[in-house]
C-alpha cells in the first residue's frame, strides 16, 4: 500500500543542535515529496518540495532535504536548529506524480530546548 | 492572499446531530481539497475539487459525508448522523492547478468533537 513513514514521533534537541528527520515512501514509480511544518496553533505551511531534477532541495528558514531513490527516503535537515523551530513536520508524498492528492505520514514533533 | 479560510474553527455537537463545515479557498485557486487529521495522525485525504467538480471522493469519505463546491469558489462539507468516530480536524486546502507545481495551502482547520 502506498504510505509514507516518519520513524522519530517526539524529538528533543538543544538549539544550535543538528536535525535530521527520518521519512520514508513506499512507492518505486513516481513520486513528489513534501516536507510540511504546523507550529503550534498555526496551519500546515510547506517548508520544502521535490518533483524532480537535483536531489538536494533547499527550503525555507534554512531547511533542506535530500532525495534518495535508492533508500525511498527524503530526509529533512537542518545544520543548527533554533527555538522558534519547535513545531510538528510532517512528510508527504504525491504517488504516481501526483499533486492532487497527499499521503502523509504521522508527524514527528519537535521540540528546541533553549 | 488572504489564505484559506474555514468556519467554525470549533464544534461540538451531539451524536446523531448534523454539522456543516465551509471553507473559502484561496481566491483563483480552481482546486480545493478537504483532509481529515486525528490526534497523533498525519492529515489523510477526504476528497478534492477541480472547480465545482469533484473529481476524487477517498473510502474513508462513507456516505454520511458530502461535500459541494456549487460555483467553483468556497465548498461546505456536511456530516450527517455524526458518530464518535469523526470527531477529528477536519482541514481544508486550496491550489492553483499548473502553478507553482501545484503547491497546496491549509486553513487552519475546523475542529470536531461530537460528544
Known amino acids: 500500500a502506498q504510505s509514507v513513514s516518519q520513524h522519530n514521533h517526539h524529538v528533543i534537541l538543544s538549539e544550535a543542535a543538528s536535525l535530521e528527520l527520518g521519512c520514508n515512501y513506499s512507492y518505486g514509480g513516481t513520486v513528489n515529496l513534501f516536507w510540511y511544518v504546523q507550529y503550534p496553533g498555526q496551519h500546515l505551511q510547506l517548508l520544502l518540495k521535490?518533483?524532480?531534477?537535483?536531489?538536494l532541495v533547499k527550503g525555507i528558514k534554512g531547511f533542506e532535504a535530500e532525495f534518495i531513490k535508492s533508500k525511498f527516503s527524503f530526509n529533512l535537515r537542518k545544520p543548527s536548529v533554533q527555538w522558534s523551530d519547535t513545531a510538528e513536520y510532517f512528510c508527504a508524498a504525491g504517488y504516481g506524480g501526483a499533486t492532487n492528492k497527499l499521503i502523509f505520514g504521522t508527524g514527528t514533533l519537535l521540540a528546541v530546548q533553549p | 492572499d488572504t489564505g484559506v479560510s474555514q468556519d467554525p474553527r470549533h464544534k461540538i455537537t451531539k451524536r446523531g446531530q448534523n454539522v456543516t463545515f465551509r471553507c473559502d479557498p484561496i481566491s483563483e485557486h480552481n482546486r480545493l481539497y478537504w483532509y481529515r487529521q486525528t490526534l497523533g495522525q498525519g492529515p489523510e485525504f477526504l476528497t478534492y475539487f477541480q472547480n465545482e467538480a469533484q473529481l476524487e471522493k477517498s473510502r474513508l469519505l462513507s456516505d454520511r459525508f458530502s461535500a459541494e463546491r456549487p460555483k467553483g469558489s468556497f465548498s461546505t462539507l456536511e456530516i450527517q448522523r455524526t458518530e464518535q468516530g469523526d470527531s477529528a480536524m477536519y482541514l481544508c486546502?486550496?491550489?492553483?492547478?499548473?502553478?507553482?507545481?501545484?503547491?497546496?495551502?491549509f486553513g487552519e482547520g475546523s475542529w470536531l468533537t461530537v460528544v
Open positions: 486546502a486550496s491550489s492553483l492547478a499548473g502553478r507553482s507545481g501545484n503547491t497546496i495551502y
Open positions: 521535490y518533483f524532480s531534477g537535483d536531489p
